[in-house]
């Protein structure tokens, strides 16, 4: 029970957020990070360290006393910075980029700043209004179709990652199906995609209780560059509806991880609209690129879609996490995630005149995430974001001509965007030793600390992936990329035929 | 095709990340942000914008060409700042606080500027690494039993919000019944919670495709003060077993969102344990309190459950997202949640000595939250933290205090932690009028932009929650708050006299 009178009360630490320390300690991690970035191409790109590192260099215990800023920094150089895989890193070609930049950092830390909880209009307005505007604004630049837009009755939203927006389609998609067919018949529902298509359907399908049997991954062939033919959807499908079940969702992808390849859109969204199926475009890669006239007509058919997605913070210049996400039909997703508890009623959300972004999400509690999307617009403008999409293009044709210019390597698929597939061929034809000679070369490679990449198998065959899209990266770095795998693949094949000699 | 010649290939654009250009924005950005921490108390703390005022001050479309950082903060002091309730504000005391600390705030600079995705160990060691150590620091200030602990079997994660934490366990207690009962009867699952739970439960339930009829919310009662009793739950799970469903998942609540209400652990947890059900404690506000050894046993019988979550962006001093989740048992999580497409597959994976965090939450990608948790806890040391935690609660109690002394007014549930109930005594006994009267004092305080608190009904009774916790906030700061609701209870008191004497 508390008194009146506040004598003796113990309010004795500083407020943790006192504005002059706070001034004080930013100016020394932005510093911090500025060199970062000034060394960061020094650095071994992965890491070198063992499962276990940190534990051996950290106490057991939080500590009880405060401890100065610069210890915590030492700290972060000695033992922090040596265990991360540099994404940063003008020499990393991995998985596909976590391209940052200078806008998309301070948007980042203006919405960290103002640590605002913008689950509703009302928690503040700012965060939803900017929100729907930018995503009007970035819908505008991928020329989406107007009934994605707000401004066309449809609209768009920042989840976090593409499994987020898959997972919030695919339920929206679920619970519409279920209100038509009943709701115990969730056992009959089919969801579908290509063998291509990301690990992320196959866990959001796992998490919204579709039944394992009815998540089919369709075959795709090299022929096709690895897109999922129209043919085999539609006799999927014919095969599931003879069999009493109810397709339920499509995933199309544009740009796979493995290979960048597309599916064709217009064919497929024509397929399903046959049996009224829900229709995703996941471009979480290549939706960047399409902001480019040139690359657009890679999602020409998105028209026929229900939903779009692509990851900013992989190839927009925007920092982890920031998936875009747009849908024709909000109010499926409204009916499928909304709650709207005592707590959080307001005049304003009973007017029906806003949105409220947590109807349009797993979450309740979300960032302030527009505002470093709007950043990475205003500071670049779409002038200057399409030379740099284009500048990583011409970096990933660059090193595919070193490639087709060497007759021991090959171009595995087609090279699409920034993301060259390849490989070492092999002297005979046994495509399991090339596969292994390939996994040998590429740890090799790594194991240089000059580059890192990353692998995929498309259609039985070892490919290593050359995905450019750092923010650092020069043509200079590309330029010693090549170097090294040639390098490592002339030591490779001069102690295979060594062998090979020494046994004969 | 590319050519092995780069003359003339453009790149002509700076990069976006240069280190320079850098240093020198981010400079600006944190003058920026200091600046409105020393101001945010003069600000409205509700945001005063009305529906689409944002569309009308900025431009349709995204700009061509680029814009100086200093047309952008323009735009965020007239445009945005106007437009944010402000949570970082000392007189804030709505829903429950973000809050902020600039050890969180320089933790999560240090991630979004090392912008790793570390969905694997292999992808960023340190991050992975980090975050188990982090856990298991927190895990032994909240004094959790050993086997939620890394070093007792368990483990810890850090998910975005609650409501991940709760979809993410759900979904693992949900495949575990399954591979038991059998894949086709979800139908035949229960979830139980009272009917003071957070909504995060009923939504989690939705996604996982719980059947919407098997969502228990049961009745509490106020001479409980709105926990939920151990009988009520055995007569729901006897029912329900009756009648042939299967208990699956218990939500328990430590400091519910409307009353900060807790429910009883171990009664709970013992009538959990007779059916098999996977019990959840959701301690997102509270949990911090537990810190304190006087705070401590609110959560004693924790021993008895599956798993623990609190938001460490609540009431930990960090920023906005970073819920922290406990398990006993992460195999079930990782059965449920884990794929391992080829494109991920590695070495230091396949010899199981790491734990690749994907496994463990929905998405794939994540941020390297551990950070800026790791920050705080060294930057304040458990000593400073405590404070902090005990210093708002004494400002709570010198709230409460002020409540109880003014007989016009009640405390309408016991205050637990840091956030006080109350509501105007009505002059009458119906309570439609009191709720009405109690609904307008809240509007005219809130009007006033000197304060911004929010309401919750329980029991049917509609109460005023204040709720001390914003990093800034000062005794002086409760004083005038309370100084405000009283100044607007007499206006109030006054009108209704008037309009009553007018009507005799």
Known sequence: MGSASDVGLPNLAPSPLDPEEFRRQAHMMVDFIADYYRNVSEYPVLSRVSPGYLRHCLPESAPNNPEPLEAILDDVRDHIIPGITHWQSPNY????????????FLGEMLGVGLNVVGFNWISSPAATELEG???????????????FLFSGGGGGVLQGTTCEAILCTLVAARDKALTRIGRDRIGVLVVYSSDQTHCALKKAAQIAGIHPDNIRALPTRRSDAFGLSAKTLRAAVAADVVA????????????????????????????AAESGMWVHVDAAYAGSACICPEFRHFIDGVEGADSFSFNAHKWFFTTLDCCCLWVKEPKHLVNALSTNPEYLRNVV?????????????????????????????????????????RSHVSMAELFEGFVNEDKRFEVV???????????????????????????????????TGKVYMTHAVVGGIYVIRFAVGASLTEMLNVRAAWAVVKERAEALLL??????????
């Not at 070609?93 to 998309?104: E, M, N, R, T």
């Not at 009973?350 to 972004?357: I, R």
């Not at 990475?376 to 399409?386: E, W």
Request: proline letters at 5%; hydrophobic letters at 45%; aromatic letters at 10%.
């Open 93 to 104: 070609f991995a998985y596909f980029p976590s391209s940052g930049s200078v806008a998309g």
């Open 133 to 147: 505007i930018v995503m009007d604004w970035l819908g505008k630049l991928l020329n989406l179709p107007k009934p």
């Open 244 to 271: 009493g079940l109810v397709p339920l969702y499509l995933c199309t992808t544009v740009g796979t991880t493995s290979s960048t390849a597309v599916d064709p859109l217009r064919e497929l969204c024509e397929v």
């Open 349 to 389: 959300t009973e007017s029906k005149k806003v949105v409220d972004y947590k109807d349009w999400q797993i979450a309740l509690s979300r960032r302030f995430r527009s505002l470093k999307l709007w950043m990475v617009m205003r500071s670049y403008g779409a002038s200057n974001l399409r030379k740099f999409i």
């Open 413 to 447: 698929v087609p090279r699409n965007f920034a993301t060259v597939c390849f490989r070492l061929l092999p002297s005979v034809g046994v495509v399991e030793a090339a596969n292994a000679m390939n996994k040998q070369l590429l740890e090799a490679v790594n194991a």
């Open 495 to 504: 102690s295979e035929f060594n062998v090979h000699a020494a046994a004969v």
